[in-house]
Every structure is written in C-alpha cells, then in structure tokens.
C-alpha cells in the first residue's frame, strides 16, 4: 500500500536489557511502556512493532526511539515494507498463523 507516494512501513524493535538490580528492571519497564505509549505493539517478549503511514512518520518513531534507548542494554530497529512483513511465517506451535495486518484506518496526529 502506498500514501502520498511513499510504502508504508513496520517499525520493530528488538531489545536486550539487563533486568539484575531493581534500577534496570524499572528501566526496562519505563522502556517498555514508552514504547506502548508511541503507538507500539508487543509481538514477542522484547519484540515491539507499529505500522507507518509515510517516511516521515518513520523518521518521526525512529527519533522518539533512539531518545527513549536505556543507557545499558542492546535495542535494535528493523524496517519493513508491507509486502516483507506479510511474508513473515508465524508459527503458533505448529499451526500456521497469519501475520499482523496493518491498521484498518489511518492515524491523525
């Protein structure tokens, strides 16, 4: 699908934070609920992902990302286009799931 000329895209956020002292797993936490707060879904246990409308909108969640980073840890951003990521098999055990489909309407800020 394209808008105004630009593909749509995922957005995923892979991430490996130390949980071993309560200050890192508030860390985490407060991470975790940025990410929720951004317009975010959980996929995995530390495996977040949002569709966007434009590259802009990209840019916009990439730099609300990188300024939400903990200071230790490693996180990862990955992009996708529409088409990369309904290819993505999706394994429920050994049933076969479809994968996430983007958003019925798009959102206005």
Same mark, same amino acid.
């Given at each position: 699908?394209?808008?105004?000329?630009?593909?749509?895209?995922?957005?995923?956020?892979?991430?490996?934070?130390?949980?071993?002292?309560?200050?890192?797993?508030?860390?985490?936490?407060?991470?975790?609920? +940025?990410?929720?707060?951004?317009?975010?879904?959980?996929?995995?246990?530390?495996?977040?992902?949002?569709?966007?409308?434009?590259?802009?909108?990209? +840019?916009?969640?990439?730099?609300?990302?990188?300024?939400?980073?903990?200071?230790?840890?490693?996180?990862?951003?990955?992009?996708?286009?529409?088409? +990369?990521?309904?290819?993505?098999?999706?394994?429920?055990?050994?049933?076969?799931?479809?994968?996430?489909?983007?958003?019925? +309407?798009?959102?206005?800020?």
């Amino acid at each position: 699908m394209k808008i105004s000329g630009y593909r749509c895209m995922w957005l995923v956020v892979f991430f490996d934070l130390p949980t071993d002292t309560k200050k890192a797993r508030r860390q985490y936490t407060e991470f975790r609920h +940025q990410l929720l707060d951004d317009g975010f879904a959980m996929m995995q246990y530390s495996v977040y992902f949002r569709h966007c409308a434009s590259n802009e909108n990209i +840019q916009v969640h990439l730099k609300r990302v990188r300024s939400m980073v903990p200071p230790d840890g490693e996180v990862r951003v990955a992009q996708f286009t529409d088409k +990369q990521f309904a290819r993505m098999e999706v394994y429920l055990g050994k049933r076969r799931v479809e994968t996430e489909s983007e958003p019925a +309407q798009l959102e206005m800020f």
